[in-house]
């Protein structure tokens, strides 16, 4: 393959979009509410919450159903019920990227009447940071082709 063609390509592929996760989710964003009324941690009928992939949290939008919100995140974590409950909480436990350090955040989710998502909330901004960063796609830093010297010809 000659040179310029090589690079080209090489080009190409570095300015076209990653086929990401990221790409793929929801635009609505949980919004912090350090005022909300979230539960104790140490009330929690699930002890020390549970590890959920950070796609999933970012996939709840308002107008989900109880179902759909159990499907990606199971039962709520403080003995909440099914039927009739207006908001669910969880603690959600997520890697941070450094080895095997992990960090704790507590999530909440309002139903409307209609038991369908009015609005989620994030305990800290930290949390809401993370779980952001964690489906981020990667930055790719595009370095320059390697100059190809020609051929002597002899």
Wanted: glycine share 4%; hydrophobic share 40%; with cysteine.
């Amino acid at each position: 393959m000659p040179a310029k063609t090589l690079l080209a390509v090489t080009l190409a592929f570095a300015a076209a979009p990653p086929a990401l996760a990221q790409e793929s989710l929801p635009t609505f964003r949980a919004s912090v509410r350090t005022d909300a009324n979230f539960p104790n941690p140490e009330d929690a009928a699930r002890k020390g919450g549970a590890f959920v992939a950070p796609e999933a949290v970012l996939r709840v939008t308002p107008g989900m159903t109880k179902s759909q919100v159990y499907t990606l995140l199971d039962v709520p974590h403080f003995s909440e019920g099914l039927f009739g409950e207006r908001t669910w909480d969880y603690i959600l436990n997520f890697y941070t990227g450094a080895g095997d350090a992990w960090e704790s955040c507590q999530y909440q989710i309002r139903f409307n009447k209609r038991a369908r998502i009015e609005d989620a909330y994030w305990r800290t901004q930290s949390c809401r940071d993370l779980a952001e960063r964690l489906v981020a796609p990667p930055r790719v830093v595009a370095e320059p082709a390697p100059r190809i010297e020609p051929a002597s010809v002899q």
